[in-house]
């Protein structure tokens, strides 16, 4: 049994909510589109979008944004869930990070999209039941909760699958289906 079907249900838990969760990088871009329906969870969309490493990093920006605008525009969720930034000694990478994250917030707010911010250790808590959860145990734990296709994932996707997932648990009495008021 989920967290979410121990809740009571409103009006609203019959309609279906659909949350975007997004493991940000700019190397490799984690989506996946979660969906609660009748107290159930399941799988609409997973991928992971690598951009190609000798490209200028606002030409690899660029193509993270359009890949999302498209997400955005042919999926229509009723929120976005993003990894908040892992702490890292690279500077670098920390601040190339931020700035995906930058553009991911920008174009969910575009979209009027309420949008949840999750650490790693919060993402594992919920889904793992522990903030110290490797990442193969994340990945088992998402597949027991969604039917995952039969396809070769990585990390990042599956830690996408997970933050979509951790904002249903954590988040469902703020989230609103489109048109349920």
């Known amino acids: 049994m989920s967290i979410l079907s121990s809740q009571m249900k409103s009006k609203k838990d019959t309609e279906p909510i659909i949350v975007l969760g997004i493991d940000p990088g700019y190397d490799r871009f984690g989506v996946a589109l979660v969906k609660k329906e009748d107290g159930r969870e399941s799988l609409l969309f997973s991928d992971c979008f690598v951009t190609n490493k000798s490209d200028e990093f606002s030409d690899r920006l660029l193509f993270l944004g359009k890949e999302l605008e498209n997400l955005l525009k042919k999926w229509s969720p009723d929120a976005v869930a ?44 919920t889904i793992a039941g522990h903030g110290t959860a490797p990442k193969n145990q994340v990945a088992i734990m998402v597949g027991h909760t969604v039917k995952l296709p039969e396809k070769k994932r990585l990390d990042d996707e599956f830690d996408a699958i997970a933050t979509g997932l951790a904002c249903l648990y954590r988040d469902i009495n703020t989230l609103s289906p489109k048109g349920i008021s």
Request: glycine share 2%; no cysteine.
């Open 82 to 125: 993003v990894e908040n930034l892992f702490v890292t000694k690279n500077q670098k990478t920390a601040s190339r990070v931020s700035e995906v994250r930058g553009m991911v917030i920008y174009l969910s707010k575009t979209f009027n999209l309420p949008i949840f911010e999750y650490t790693p250790l919060e993402i594992k808590m």
